[in-house]
């Protein structure tokens, strides 16, 4: 730009400026005069005419203040702005000729700071004007009782709209997940805010307005790239979101003259975690404090925490679990242990979504490779082959290819948590409409377990948690009765033991009378006497259907509601139940599944030229017996002796007709496997070992065949059937009763 | 009746509960003449296919922001000098001082009163006669 051209820009502003009217400036024409200005100081600073731009930027700045209307004292401002032109002029005039030196510019540029508050050489602050809280308060006040009592569709179309606009929040935010550098996702979720917040401020929902206007400024940060897209600003949005919602729900509750419900959310702290979030920072807002941690988990009452809180703030520097022990309301162990917790949720474990599908996919394929190396290694050519780093490549990639299998079963397994959270909360329903108080205890929590299996064993454990709070644990005025808290507690508990999960689920209820499930078994035909039978074997009686469905039971033994169901679905799972139980102190159900429905742990066994797996875990021994141990008893077929017990022969190579190596038990090796109703033994020619197969399922046409639970392809690439204890132990029996059985078929 | 109030006024909001409050408040001044868009696409079609004496604008919109409309109608030859008024939330400073930089005729902020909103038009309305 040209001194002539800056010179004509000056006087073009000068003219205009002279032929206002009546002394004040609207905002086109401010508009107007900031475009001029903004060009001089363009000029300016490219002519390096330092006052000039100077000024003409203090210009700008009372202009902007007037347009914002900030400005008090309109007749000096108008007075300053003129006098601010004449300058320029001066200026720019004299600096054609050497410069201007004039004090008459820091005189000016006084006056301008007194006007604008703040010296305009400084870089513009930019950003929000902060408007003064109180009096805006007020007039909001005013507005709203205005507007609710002229308008209620208004108030009606805002709910509407308002929750379909955070449903929107909550589709794109997952969006932006996915995508943090997506301007037009952040913008999506901006701007439902930025509504909610523009109507709310009409209708006077102060609350609303305030936490959307919150929401709203921490995006703008994400907006204005000063802030990235973590995942703590993401579940802040999305708490933001429920809370609206949850807000929204109350205003349209009070509309329709219902109760409000009550709102859950903590509407300060996460007022409190928005701000701390616009600094960048969050971890003093997300771990969970020990307390609270403490009250969760049922160890202290909230009074307590209460009290001790305060004493702590008495003397600052004891921590609140110092605290809690010295006062002997928890054990120091209670206390580190939350303290872990707490650490493991500053712990922040990034992570992505896959399709499950894709999941199974790629298990099932690292499934086939495994077993393809296995079979490569065994192939003769390879073991033939004498060369040692071929060698050592190979025990190389058999190391990588089951490190690999490891990591893609982990890929699967997910904490038992979530199972127990939703156990936690059915407790929490059942118990307030049974009228009776029920504590929650968890413990393994994050005991891993595979996906698929967290749904199939949901159903059975809400059996086995309903039976306890509806049947265990008693009535407050019988608890009382019984020297008990009135408050009973149900305990949940996962920990690994071998292949499998074990999930205990105790209550310190009444528990179970023997005399009655006994008295009720006799009568039922089902058992002849007691004798022979240990406890565990009649508590195990209310697992059977005839005994569980009968009405009675449930005053028998406090357990009635299809505790055979129960049953049916741990075995379906291949898992295991066991009963413990005192009376009067209250009953613990042991269950035990397998950690994946994926693999299982099996004994590989030789009947002539079959291959069988049978799963370790039904395994009670394995022995070659004496000649005199095996006998045959009248009405029971053969038996083997083992450890002083006559068990059951079954006779593999029979059942399946295939000609053995050996027939007789002492030349041959007896597999003792569990059963529901005791133990028998597997008479099979060899054991070959112990390996992990994948389970491959049977199709559906021989779904049902008995005996066999499914295939897997063995190390060698050859196929070996998964045997089913039970479904054998049926088939024996069956075929126990020689032609009878068959022709009654 | 004042002749002003039969101008035909153009309310631009994305959000619908927005425009129904602007436009119950325009009723409370006496305007009746009222038409929206939900955001600026929609209203410079409606601008360039239909007479419209008036444009009240909200800033945060899809498709077509505010100062987008308010740029394309300035540079427009014949929408050129339509009386433009924008509806910011909160004084944002940077917005505000943009807005009138593109020629905006006029700013509001949210929440307004009938009275406030009234002022405003009439103040405009009687700059361009």
């Known amino acids: ?745 | 009746m004042d002749v002003s109030k039969k101008i035909k006024i153009l309310v631009v909001d994305d959000f619908a509960t927005m425009r129904k409050v602007i436009r119950n408040l325009l009723k409370q001044s006496g305007y009746e003449n009222i038409t929206e868009a939900e955001d600026g696409v929609v209203a410079m079609n409606m601008l360039k296919s239909t007479k419209i004496d008036f444009v009240i604008s909200d800033w945060n919109m899809p498709n077509m922001t505010g100062i987008e409309l308010l740029k394309a109608v300035r540079s427009d030859n014949e929408l050129g000098s339509m009386p433009f008024l924008m509806v910011t939330a909160e004084s944002l400073k940077d917005n505000v001082v943009e807005a009138v930089k593109a020629g905006v005729s006029n700013y509001i902020v949210k929440p307004f009163t009938a009275e406030v909103l009234g002022e405003k038009i009439d103040k405009i309305l009687e700059n361009i006669k």
């Open chain 1, 1 to 745: 730009m040209s001194h002539d051209q800056l010179m004509n820009l000056i006087d073009s502003i000068a003219s205009d400026f002279l032929f206002l009217e009546d002394q004040d400036v609207d905002i086109p024409t401010a508009g107007k005069f900031l475009n001029q200005l903004d060009a001089i100081i363009r000029g300016a600073e490219a002519l390096k005419i330092e006052h000039l731009s100077c000024v003409a930027r203090g210009l700008s700045r009372l202009l902007e203040k007037k347009i914002l209307d900030e400005v008090k004292d309109t007749e000096t401002a108008f007075a300053t702005f003129e006098k601010g032109i004449t300058i320029m002029q001066e200026i720019d005039r004299s600096s054609g000729k050497g410069g201007y030196q004039g004090a008459d510019i820091s005189g000016f540029m006084e006056s301008l700071v007194c006007l604008i508050g703040a010296a305009p050489v400084l870089e513009a602050q930019g950003g929000m004007v902060e408007t003064s809280a109180a009096p805006d308060n007020e007039s909001n006040v005013e507005l709203e009782n205005k507007v609710e009592i002229q308008d209620e569709s208004l108030l009606r179309d805002f709910i509407v709209e308002g929750l379909e606009y955070i449903n929107e929040i909550e589709v794109n935010i997952l969006n932006l997940e996915q995508d943090p550098g997506n301007k037009d996702c952040v913008n999506s979720i901006f701007r439902p805010f930025h509504s909610i917040k523009g109507v709310a401020s009409f209708l006077n929902l102060e609350n609303i307005r305030a936490l959307a206007h919150d929401l709203e400024s921490l995006l703008d940060k994400v907006r204005n790239n000063e802030l990235s897209v973590t995942a703590q600003v993401i579940d802040i949005i999305l708490d933001g979101a429920d809370a609206l919602k949850a807000m929204i729900g109350r205003v349209r509750d009070r509309m329709e003259g219902r109760a409000e419900a009550t709102l859950e959310i903590d509407l300060p702290a996460l007022e409190q975690r928005i701000r701390f979030a616009q600094q960048g920072k969050y971890e003093q807002s997300e771990p969970k404090k020990i307390g609270a941690i403490l009250v969760e988990d049922g160890l202290i009452s909230e009074d307590a925490l209460e009290a001790s809180l305060e004493l702590t703030k008495k003397a600052p520097d004891i921590k609140i679990g110092e605290a809690l022990i010295a006062e002997g309301k928890v054990t120091p162990r209670q206390v580190s242990q939350a303290l872990r917790k707490q650490m493991s949720q500053v712990v922040d474990v990034t992570s992505i979504r896959v399709d499950t599908r894709k999941l199974d996919d790629l298990i099932d394929m690292i499934g086939e490779l495994v077993i393809t190396q296995s079979m490569v290694r065994q192939s003769p050519i390879v073991l033939s082959n004498m060369d040692r780093k071929f060698f050592r490549d190979i025990s190389q990639l058999s190391s990588i290819t089951s490190e690999l299998q490891r990591t893609s079963t982990s890929l699967r397994m997910i904490p038992i948590k979530q199972t127990f959270q939703r156990m936690s909360r059915l407790v929490r329903d059942l118990s307030r409409s049974a009228g009776k108080s029920v504590n929650v205890v968890t413990e393994g929590e994050d005991t891993e377990i595979d996906r698929n299996m967290v749904e199939e064993i949901y159903n059975p454990l809400v059996h086995l948690i309903r039976n306890a709070v509806d049947h265990g644990i008693e009535a407050p005025e019988e608890r009382t009765k019984a020297g008990k808290g009135e408050t009973g507690t149900i305990q949940m508990k996962a920990y690994h033991k071998g292949g499998n999960i074990l999930i205990e689920i105790s209550d310190d209820g009444k528990g179970l009378s023997k005399e009655k499930i006994l008295n009720k078994a006799i009568n039922n035909g089902t058992v002849a006497s007691a004798a022979g039978l240990s406890d565990q074997d009649i508590y195990r009686f209310i697992l059977l259907p005839g005994l569980s469905t009968a009405e009675k039971i449930t005053d028998v033994s406090g357990r009635g509601v299809g505790m055979d169901v129960v049953k049916q679905a741990v075995d379906k799972l291949r898992g295991k139940i066991e009963i413990n139980s005192r009376y009067g102190f209250g009953t613990t159900f042991v269950t035990s599944f397998p950690l994946t429905l994926a693999i299982i742990d099996g004994m590989i066994v030789r009947v002539g030229r079959e291959k069988y797996i049978v799963p370790t875990t039904a395994i009670r021994r394995l022995l070659r017996p004496n000649k005199e141990y095996y006998n045959t008893v009248i009405g029971r077929g053969e038996v083997i002796n083992v450890m002083g017990k006559l068990l059951p022969l079954v006779r593999l190579h029979d059942l399946f007709d295939i000609e053995p190596d050996c027939r007789n038990p002492w030349e041959a090796t007896i597999v003792v496997v569990d059963g529901e109703n005791g133990a028998k033994c597997l008479l099979v020619d060899e054991i070959l070992g112990q390996e992990e197969v994948v389970i491959k399922g049977l199709s559906e046409s021989l779904r049902h065949v008995k005996g066999v639970s499914g295939g897997a392809i063995l190390g060698d690439g050859n196929i070996g059937l998964i045997l089913d204890p039970e479904g054998l132990f049926e088939l024996s029996e069956l075929q126990g009763f020689g032609g009878n059985g068959e022709k009654k078929n």
